[in-house]
């Protein structure tokens, strides 16, 4: 166990971003997101959920895969770059770091995603316990303790000191480089914030839900539930749950047309969006109930049926406290629970 | 890549069918010079340019893009220019508000029989150009290389 | 809010109509979610507080299709939205039993989390009608306290007035809650330098993560089918890509509802990132009161809007802008 001062933090990320760029929450405009460490960067490392969770570190928004331009009357075929360098992501909470895990199933097992791969390697972790869990918070649910987030580093933020304690090579490695600022420490206070944010979530409103009748089991009970065409009524159709959603792993692939050339690009999809998955005959999700049960679906019931009964859901709330109309997960789940008398 | 070269604005110019387009073809049989730079779209009106078809050219690398129109009364559907003057004023506006250079754009009345007007319109309006640059503000990075 | 029950279990007993259309319980202080009811038990979920924001006008859309008629619960600034929806001709009057209920001021959690109070678990003095001066917010890390006011959303702060624009019936108090210029921040940035201007929105805009709940939840965005979700249109549509995406998208969406946006100000309540969208129409908006005279959008449902007018010595876009 490592530490270091409140007041010593700025060193701290100065000397991280020496020797790889420094992604961490940084406030602009009262929100708070992810973003490149600067000198003058707001940085916040007490609001709990920053907008967007942390995955666009490893899956931005939207990224060109390769570009086609024309040159002496030939086509050339330009490769989007993988990262090459190292960065390192910092205050990650357990729930975000939880969702990285959920991701790399998705695109590291075949085929695998080239340009996850590469940032996956080139990024360290470094998580940041939750001082102080909020109303929406419901990790628990799904086995996260947001006490001891399990990421490359963990920190903990006690009184006037950042606790560090490295979990992997990688975060070795990192504590190593940065050696010169970090003391040694000992357990004590950090064991007391464990408990601390342990009791405090079990105070959580939302600490009984149970995800007791879902997985991969469920599919056909579930899918054919009436329940869904109450649950869907004022969903918007907008994309919110899904584009803060530290799981949600759906892409589209597009064309832009520059005029000179054409650059194929990625970016995230929401299953909410008309557009979801159409294809040439058209799509095969036609109204808005089909939508709003396939988010629900595939995070509670698709996605454990493909890899090994875990949830595509880590309990962030971000979705609880963002929908425009007051839906999330958690509705959903209840309405359930409470439908099969469990 | 860049190599210092004397900067060639860009300029899309809207020109309705009726007066506008037939003003530039007077011009051009009378022999009066505009510069090269002015690219020409025909539409049936004035009326017919949707305010996305100027962010559209600002976007693939307009540096200004200018309407023109039947003169208010004028119009060869009675009112549509009418209209197109409401949109016109709005959007630059809005334009303005945002931070988008006022010059880039402009919205000037051309009839059939204005050859002489339509040449100066486009000398003056890409002169303004030229004094603002390269449009950086409203066009899409991804159209720069 | 006992009576407004009452009053749709009245009008759904004696057939009057069909559902109700109000707001469901959330499951924590701050989130109910706008529903329809089909029958007297399910009523025993409806709420209406103060954090009852969502403009129904909207779901009426869907509503006009089904059979018979839909009781709607409409505050006094979601009847603009209404009007301007009957004049577009976009839902049935006579598929609509209006209740206007009344209207103190709306509030939010984001408000309030906003000024610093985390682990929100009870809100008490959020009475519709009776709503306190000091909210009591009890939340995870002991009791705290908010002012009303600080808690209410930007456009209760501009509020349009108490009155009511289209309704059947009326139920319960409303009161005006203005207590700022609604083009203050308008002129103000009117006032900057064009690189200022630039500055600030670009900001603004970069948080946007085109979630489109902007344009989802706005009343006057009642288009079947977006042009931003055409497959045929070259836009990113559902990517942050480019801040030109951005721009083009704001810019238009704005410039679509110029003169038939009422300033319901749901576009800037929803928005996940807080950027003050209401920015863009209120631009448009005092631009059509300067140069076309003084307009409100759903004020009625039968002027026509001004830019589906025009006269013959409107303002020269030229002269517009000396005059900005």
């Known amino acids: 166990m490592k530490k270091i001062e409140k007041v010593n933090l700025p060193a701290l990320f100065a000397a991280i971003s020496e ?41 931005p928004q939207s990224e060109t895969l390769y570009s086609v331009h024309r040159e002496e009357g030939k086509l050339k075929i330009t490769r989007g770059e993988l990262m090459d360098e190292d960065f390192v992501l910092f205050g990650v909470r357990a729930c975000d770091a939880r969702g990285f895990e959920v991701l790399d199933k998705v695109f590291l097992s075949d085929p695998v995603d080239s340009f996850y791969k590469a940032r996956r390697e080139h990024g360290t972790v470094v998580a940041l316990a939750c001082h102080a869990p909020e109303e929406s918070c419901f990790c628990t649910t799904f086995g996260i303790d947001s006490a001891e987030p ?38 004590k206070a950090v064991e007391e914030e464990k408990a601390n944010i342990r009791g405090i979530m079990e105070k959580l409103p939302y600490a009984s839900l149970t995800t007791e009748g879902w997985g991969g089991d469920a599919q056909k009970e579930k899918f054919e539930s009436p329940l869904w065409e109450e649950l869907y009524k004022p969903c918007l159709a907008c994309g919110t749950c899904t584009f803060v959603c530290p799981t949600c792993q759906c892409y589209d692939i597009k064309d832009y047309s520059t005029g000179e050339g054409v650059q194929r690009y990625r970016c995230w999809d929401s299953c909410m969006y008309s557009d979801f998955t159409m294809m040439a005959h058209g799509n095969n999700r036609t109204s808005q109930m089909q939508r709003y049960r396939q988010r629900f679906m595939h995070k509670l019931v698709y996605y454990p049926a493909n890899y090994g009964g875990t949830f595509s859901c880590v309990g962030c709330g971000r979705c609880v406290e963002k929908c425009p109309t007051g839906l999330n997960i958690v509705k959903v789940m209840k309405a359930f629970a409470e439908k099969e008398g469990k | 890549m860049s190599v210092a070269t004397e900067f060639k604005p860009k300029i899309v110019a809207f020109c309705c069918n ?42 693939k690398g307009a540096d200004g893009v200018i309407l023109c129109g039947c003169h208010p009364g004028d119009c060869h559907y009675s009112t549509g220019n009418f209209y197109a003057r409401r949109r016109m004023t709005l959007l630059f506006s809005l334009l303005d508000y945002l931070g988008v250079e006022e010059g880039r754009t402009r919205v000037e009345w051309v009839s059939a029989a204005e050859g002489v007007k339509f040449s100066q319109t486009m000398n003056e309006f890409v002169e303004k150009i030229r004094s603002l640059g390269e449009n950086v503000r409203l066009g899409d990075l991804r159209c720069k290389n | 809010m006992q009576e407004l029950v009452n009053r749709a279990k009245a009008l759904l007993a004696d057939g009057t109509v069909q559902r109700v259309l109000g707001w469901k319980m959330g499951d924590l202080a701050y989130n109910p979610e706008p529903a329809f009811f089909e029958n007297e038990e399910a009523l025993s979920d409806f709420v209406y507080n103060s954090f009852c924001g969502a403009n129904l006008s909207k779901y009426m859309i869907e509503a006009s299709k089904k059979e018979g008629k839909t009781l709607v619960f409409l505050k006094p ?57 000091t909210l009591q917010v009890k939340t995870l890390y002991g009791d705290r306290e908010i002012a009303y006011k600080d808690a209410m959303l930007e456009r209760c702060h ?36 064009p690189e200022e201007k630039f500055a600030f929105f670009q900001n603004e805009l970069s948080r946007c993560i085109r979630c489109n709940a902007c344009r989802n939840v706005c009343p006057a965005c009642s288009c079947r089918k977006c042009v931003f979700d055409s497959t045929k249109f070259d836009s ?39 950027i003050p969208l209401h920015l863009f129409n209120r631009k448009l908006i005092s631009d059509i009161n300067e140069f076309y005279g003084e307009y409100q959008a759903g004020e009625d449902d039968t002027t026509v809007g001004p830019l589906t007018a025009f006269t013959t010595d409107d303002i020269e876009p030229s002269d517009a802008r000396e005059r900005g």
């Open chain 1, 19 to 59: 020797e790889a760029s420094l992604v961490l929450p940084v406030k602009n405009g009262g929100m708070t997101n992810f973003a490149l460490w600067s000198e003058d960067a707001d940085v916040d490392l007490e609001t709990l959920k920053t907008v967007k969770s942390a995955k666009d570190a490893f899956f």
């Open chain 1, 150 to 187: 399990g990421a490359d580093v963990d920190t903990w933020m006690v009184g006037e000191a950042l606790y560090w304690k490295a979990n992997t090579e990688k975060g070795e490695a990192l504590t190593n480089r940065l050696s010169a600022l970090l003391s040694d420490a000992d357990e």
């Open chain 2, 18 to 59: 009726w007066c506008s387009y037939a003003g530039a073809d007077l011009a051009g049989s009378s022999r009066l010079a505009y510069p090269a730079d002015v690219k020409i779209i025909r539409v049936p009106c004035s009326c017919r340019v949707n305010p996305m078809f100027i962010l559209r050219a600002f976007e």
């Open chain 3, 77 to 133: 600034c979601d009847t603009y939205s209404f009007n301007q929806l009957l004049k577009e001709h976009r839902i049935l009057r006579e598929k609509a039993y209006i209740i206007g209920v009344g209207c103190t001021g709306k509030i939010s959690g984001e408000r309030i989390k906003e000024a610093g109070i985390r682990g929100i678990i009870a809100v008490e003095g959020a009475d519709a009608f009776a709503p306190a001066e």
């Open chain 3, 158 to 193: 501009v509020c349009k007035g108490k009155e009511h624009k289209i309704y059947d019936e009326i139920i319960g108090e409303s009161r005006d809650t203005a207590d700022s210029d609604r083009m203050e921040k308008v002129r103000e940035i009117e006032a900057m330098s």
């Open chain 3, 236 to 274: 990113a549509q559902k990517a942050n890509v480019d801040s030109f995406e951005e721009k083009m998208f704001h810019v238009i969406r704005a410039f679509h509802v110029a003169g038939r946006c009422t300033d319901c100000g749901e576009c800037s309540r929803v928005c996940p990132q807080n």
